[in-house]
């Protein structure tokens, strides 16, 4: 072989040498962006799962109104209610302002009926804190199940007024006051949901963002009930500054008073009547919602210029409890109570506003946490309540 052969086969060797390099390196940088394109679609642990959940559209009470009735999924949550936004909105806020601080043996302390020490459990678990939730012990044994399978420390207490020192929300601020008392890196953080209106802003950067967007801005009411007040408060506020005429309607469960307020301007309801009350806080099987007294969220819509709240609708727990049974058997939706009392109001928001409207409520969780209360047949027999689904929407 002459020079200028060994010369044409060097030459073909080194081009193959570059040109393996170069498919090496390219095949490398597809694979890295392959990665980066999976780990882009990839969430930040529990927390990355919380919020942007669906809106649905509730087909047996939209075409039976004409109107477009939708219910944002919150129960899609990771912890199964719409609370999951508040817990992690509130934790997060007191860890930037030095409140709480991961694996240094904080703990998270609160008073609620179930749904938001579910939540904050949840999130003290993912990140590095101690929870301890009070409430009251009438509420759905399950509750406490779940709260106890997330670590925390569960205490029950007989129901009673706020004014009584023993009242759920009232003990958990003392043992939060007790935790962190004589030591400066033991902190015991009480959330505080019904007065603290970093509650409402959570709804109001979350809840009511996504929303509006869903809906295209195309909304002509919405429908919520209050416990603490938040999430009607948050997404009020947000939607009535971005569209104009939009009706803001509270579900309110039988026996508590907020709707007569609403409506006639005095905190009262009939249950509360001396001689008719069974219970100390809302006389109601529906869990949650309903209160005889103004928290600070709630009362942040009552301003002395204007209410944003526009009507209120009582909801009976009869009317509950057909509600859920109809939604599971013709949509199959399994709800929670409170979510029951919010399609209620919105079938009958519907029937007023007449066809072509588009109602939005919340869907703030689902039956699995109301087996032996609200989805417990002997319960509502004992009750006097219905069981079944009623025949058509006449019933309400």
Same mark, same amino acid.
């Given at each position: @072989?002459?020079?200028?052969?060994?010369?044409?086969?060097?030459a073909a060797v080194a081009t193959t040498a570059v040109?393996?390099?170069?498919?090496?390196?390219?095949?490398?940088?597809?694979?890295?962006?392959? *990665?980066?394109?999976?780990?882009?679609?990839?969430?930040?642990?529990?927390?990355?799962?919380?919020?942007?959940?669906?809106? @649905?559209?509730?087909? #047996?009470?939209?075409?039976?109104?004409? !109107?477009?009735?939708?219910?944002?999924?919150?129960?899609?949550?990771?912890?199964?209610?719409?609370?999951?936004?508040?817990? %992690?909105?509130?934790?997060?806020?007191?860890?930037?302002?030095?409140?709480?601080?991961?694996?240094?043996?904080?703990?998270?302390?609160?008073?609620?009926?179930?749904?938001?020490?579910?939540?904050?459990? @949840?999130?003290?678990?993912?990140?590095?804190?101690? !929870?301890?939730?009070?409430?009251?012990?009438?509420? +759905?044994?399950?509750?406490?199940?779940?709260?106890?399978?997330?670590?925390?420390?569960?205490?029950?207490?007989?129901? !009673? #007024?706020i004014v009584d020192e023993d009242h759920f929300v009232?003990?958990?601020?003392?043992?939060? +006051?007790?935790?962190?008392?004589? =030591?400066?890196?033991?902190?015991?953080?009480?959330? /505080?949901?019904?007065?603290?209106?970093?509650?409402?802003?959570?709804?109001? !950067?979350?809840?009511?963002?996504?929303?509006?967007?869903? =809906?295209?801005?195309?909304?002509?009411?919405?429908? $919520?009930?209050?416990?603490?007040?938040? *999430?009607?408060?948050?997404?009020?506020?947000?939607?009535?500054?971005?569209?104009?005429?939009?009706?803001?309607?509270?579900?309110?469960?039988?026996?508590?008073?907020?709707?007569?307020?609403?409506?006639?301007? &005095?905190?009262?309801?009939?249950?509360?009547?001396?001689?008719?009350?069974?219970?100390?806080?809302?006389? #109601?099987?529906?869990?949650?919602?309903? %209160?005889?007294?103004?928290?600070?969220?709630?009362?942040?819509?009552?301003?002395?210029?204007?209410?944003l709240l526009d009507s209120a609708e009582t909801v009976?727990?009869?009317?509950? &409890?057909?509600?859920?049974?109809?939604? @599971?058997? $013709?949509?199959?939706?399994?709800?929670?109570? #409170?979510?029951?009392?919010?399609?209620?109001?919105?079938?009958?928001?519907?029937?007023?506003?007449?066809?072509?409207? *588009?109602?939005? *409520? &919340?869907?703030?969780?689902?039956?699995?946490?109301? %087996?032996?209360?609200?989805?417990? /047949?002997?319960?509502?027999?004992?009750?006097?309540?219905? =069981?079944?689904?009623?025949?058509?929407?006449?019933?309400?």
């Amino acid at each position: @072989m002459d020079n200028r052969a060994h010369i044409c086969v060097a030459a073909a060797v080194a081009t193959t040498a570059v040109l393996y390099q170069w498919w090496r390196v390219v095949h490398r940088r597809q694979g890295r962006q392959q *990665t980066n394109a999976r780990s882009a679609g990839a969430v930040n642990g529990v927390a990355g799962l919380i919020g942007n959940t669906p809106l @649905m559209r509730i087909n #047996s009470l939209s075409e039976a109104t004409g !109107c477009e009735i939708l219910g944002k999924a919150e129960f899609l949550n990771p912890g199964g209610s719409s609370k999951d936004r508040v817990a %992690l909105f509130l934790v997060e806020q007191a860890e930037a302002e030095g409140q709480l601080e991961p694996h240094r043996g904080n703990c998270i302390f609160e008073g609620t009926s179930g749904s938001t020490g579910i939540s904050l459990a @949840m999130v003290a678990r993912a990140k590095g804190y101690n !929870c301890h939730i009070v409430m009251p012990s009438d509420q +759905a044994i399950e509750k406490s199940q779940l709260l106890e399978r997330y670590g925390a420390t569960v205490e029950r207490v007989p129901p !009673c #007024s706020i004014v009584d020192e023993d009242h759920f929300v009232n003990v958990a601020r003392r043992r939060a +006051a007790e935790f962190g008392a004589g =030591t400066k890196q033991q902190r015991g953080y009480f959330v /505080d949901q019904f007065e603290n209106p970093r509650n409402a802003e959570a709804h109001f !950067c979350t809840t009511g963002p996504e929303i509006l967007q869903q =809906t295209y801005g195309c909304i002509d009411a919405f429908v $919520h009930g209050s416990g603490t007040g938040g *999430t009607i408060a948050g997404v009020t506020r947000y939607l009535k500054r971005h569209v104009p005429g939009l009706r803001s309607i509270l579900a309110d469960p039988q026996g508590s008073g907020l709707a007569n307020k609403i409506n006639h301007g &005095v905190l009262f309801a009939n249950t509360e009547r001396e001689g008719t009350r069974r219970r100390q806080q809302v006389d #109601s099987l529906v869990e949650g919602v309903g %209160l005889n007294r103004l928290t600070r969220n709630f009362a942040s819509l009552l301003r002395t210029d204007a209410c944003l709240l526009d009507s209120a609708e009582t909801v009976s727990d009869a009317d509950a &409890v057909r509600m859920s049974r109809w939604l @599971m058997a $013709h949509d199959g939706l399994f709800i929670g109570s #409170s979510a029951a009392i919010n399609c209620v109001a919105a079938l009958r928001v519907a029937r007023q506003l007449g066809p072509g409207h *588009t109602i939005v *409520t &919340v869907l703030a969780d689902g039956g699995q946490r109301h %087996l032996t209360r609200f989805w417990c /047949d002997s319960v509502l027999t004992a009750r006097g309540l219905p =069981t079944t689904a009623p025949a058509s929407l006449d019933a309400f």
